[in-house]
């Protein structure tokens, strides 16, 4: 579907920029305290683009002194690519609503992000508004080159029919431990019922590990990021647990090992898939679905779950001469109004603390997104760390050979990895 490509799209930096060896930018010299006119970019889908476009007209109705231009992302390769060479040429906008949190780094090595931390409200406001969750996306000394913005937690989509179909309970499928997937994929493929039971894309870009491993790992160990505190933390137990389980899934034909051209679940190529609440308006008329939490080897209880964000967030770019209204329009844009605003628009999660308490009358009016507002509070993010692109395609290559393919034990390419990413995160 034409949202999920996009979303993937938008996660898939490329490594291979021109890059510039300046420090990351604070809010030094003139344009920290500077207002007038700024530039936004914004993500190039339909929901979002409307956010954008009330969120601008309501800022500059009241600042007609500091007004904002927005526009859409400008096409290339991918958003993060297109972002890096704004960098290198000094031209990028004030702020743009589409930064990947796994792309950070790099555009703070660059010296593209202004450090939010340092204005006098900045790590303040962050931490009100997002809580224990902001913590994820500081950097070194604790701070802040990115505005946690809005999650797409991911979940368990089936599909309903196919559940019927295999002679399966649709209203309360028996999916939460490994066995019972398990038991639960042979019967839909056993019977006919569907093609595939589950078929992530099993390709090797780094990112594809985010809809797989990432968030069964993240659920498993109750929270825990790839790596964390300079060492990746993957070759354990609770990795291989994961690791064995999907194996299995392939080893026994239950997951697609070819790349699928559009949307399995979509086409009914597969009865389940691993998505966010973006989803909802996609299939509402393609499938009769049902969502749960990512399963576990035990059968973790769902409001205990963890799983990947899938976040996008703000980044601030040192380009900027105007950083003073540049912060005030990033506070106005995530503030309870505009979060709401967000939340109505495209069903994405705003990285706010207590979203169902917070707009209780948009979840009760919305129940189908019920589930993602309590999902939200339990997330894991992409490690905040140096070649954190190369770090997560040493693990996809692994992952890859080993699960996929098959080749292999899993203990060892775990470990293997682990040594590599252990290396490349070392570097400044």
Known sequence: MAKRILTVTAASATVALALSACASGGTTGDAATSRGPITIWYSNNETEIAWGKQMVEAWNAENP?????????????????????????????CLVFNTAPVAVPQFEK??????????????????????????QYQGADAKYFQMP??????????????FT??????????????????????????????PN???????????????DFYPLYAAETGGTQLIEDGEATFNDEDGAKVAEFW?????????GKEQYQGDSFADGQAAMSIVGPWAVSVYK?????????????????????YTFSDAKNVGMFTACENQATAWDVLKFATSEDQDGQLLELTGQMPLREDLPTVYPEYFAANPAYEQFGDQASRMVEVPNVSSSVAAWQAFRDAYTK????????????LDSAAEKIKTLISKP
């Open 165 to 194: 179909a295999a002679g399966l309970d649709a209203e309360n499928p028996q999916l939460a431990t490994y066995d019972e997937f398990l038991a639960t994929s042979r019967t839909l493929v056993e019977s006919g019922a569907a």
């Open 247 to 255: 194996k299995t899934l392939y080893a026994e034909g239950l997951a």
């Open 110 to 135: 660059q010296g593209g992000l202004v450090d939010l931390s340092s204005f006098e409200d900045g790590a303040a406001y962050i931490e009100a508004r997002s809580g224990d969750t902001a913590e």
């Open 65 to 93: 002194d500091e007004k904002v231009k927005a526009q859409e992302i400008p096409a290339g390769k991918s958003s993060e690519e297109v972002i890096g060479a704004a960098i290198t040429a000094g031209n990028a906008p």
């Open 197 to 211: 039971a589950i078929y992530p894309a099993p390709t090797s870009q780094f990112f594809q590990s985010w809809f």
């Open 149 to 162: 913005w809005k999650s797409n937690p991911v979940m368990i989509f089936y599909n309903k029919d196919m």
């Open 285 to 305: 008329d393609a499938v009769n679905w049902g969502a749960v939490p990512v399963p576990t080897s035990e059968g973790t209880p769902a409001e205990e779950t």
């Open 402 to 413: 080993s699960v996929i393919t098959g080749e292999g034990e899993i203990p060892a390419a």
